[in-house]
């Protein structure tokens, strides 16, 4: 069993203290690039969610009873550890997850900017006033704190679709139960002790490991806890919308995607190439907002192919450890066979390989990075999110019809376009059917933006202003019969 530094836990953290599962039972952590065990980790389920859950509610009164500020502080506290460790938490990132660790240390700065941000913006939470039918009332719009949270994160972000839920529920007031992925438990848990060193207060964060069913229909049945956040598929976030019913929960949902990247005639090309890498390879392709459907226009199609081609067979796959590696592996054989079958359904269908790169053969850990051209509607990788690295060219004449084809599926996660003429641009970007646009960008998550999806892509909003709000109430509360203000 590979050891880390002090980070690396083998343990659940409820109410303070580092726990094991009631009959003791363990799940492995393995390494996607090796099938090594990066260790164990408690094999919970409803009873240590239902402990958790009891912590985070007996928690939350003191800690919503803070001042903004001083939440802020212990945020920012976090915030500093995380920075500080950021060597450590790639490290144990890349390990269990895969990512290459330039990748992994850019997740850590990125995790780290939301913990920042929403301690900024805990500071601004703000009510208002309201003009009063009679003299002797006043109305104020007070702003509470939902309650305890619950957050079910994925394994493709490790760290950072953790603080993206968190920091906002804490800054606002809310105490939280995490369930990270149990592929990808390690870096939670480390994120887990900072926050102790920190100075959160026991019961505030807690963090239950294991398979999801326990863990997840524990959470969504009890009414104790009011709001959940997820980032998953779109099939597991309808499933945990059914069962929060019961309990009316607040749900925040960021689910699959099937990005449009359209690339028109009068686009930069360098430009272009540089985002379709950024947006496309990022993770492996493993994103949800990683451009999925290549679109370009007749009269650029040759030169970006060619200079996206260049791109593509410097692409360098093997060990996340391995210096100038830029492709991992991917997350587990499932995830592997599915992006064979994509490639296989695609080049069945008529496509061809444009570009991939030297030597690599691919197996049940490592696929092969392709440039498809000649991709079509009736494939596979039209319609479903591939999550991994293959970037299929669409080709097309008119502005109408890569509008129309991008806008051909039920999820409305991210797009991205490329032109350089403003009418365009304009037209473009208020007829595409998505969360997010990018033009002239592959990069649309950052924490000073709202960042979520429409259709079958979700609910909510995480990061920018709106993020905070996902945590908030709203209260009216009326003062009437005031003395000295006439009838
Ligand atoms: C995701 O793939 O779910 C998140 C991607 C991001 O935050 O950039």
Redesign the pocket.
Known sequence: MAREGDLLVEAMLIDGAWTAARGGDTLEVTDPATGAVVGTIPSGGAAEAEAAIAAAAQAFPAWRRRTADDRANVLEAWHALIVANTAELARIMTAEQGKPLAEATGEIAYAASFVKWFAAEGRRVAGHTIAAPTPDRRILALREPVGVCAAIT?W??PA??ITRKVAPALAAGCTVVVKPSELTPFTALALGKLAQQAGFPAGVLNIVTGLPDGIGGALTASPVVRKLSF?GSTRVGSLLMRQSADTLKRLSL?LGGNAPFIVFDDADVDLAVAGAMASKFRNAGQ???CANRLLVQDGIHDRFVAALGTAVRALKVGDGRTEGVTIGPLINAAATAKVAAHVDDALAHGATIAATPDGVTGDDRFVRPVLLTGATPDMRLASEETFGPVAPIFRFEREEEAVALANATPFGLASYFYTDDLHRAWRVGEALEFGMVGLNTGSI?MEMAP?GGIKASGLGREGGREGIEEYLETKAFHWAGLKGFGA
Do not use: L, R, W
Request: glycine share 0%; hydrophobic share 50%; charged share 10%.
């Open positions: 994925p493709n972000f950072a679709m980032t960021e994103t949800c907002v998550a960042f």
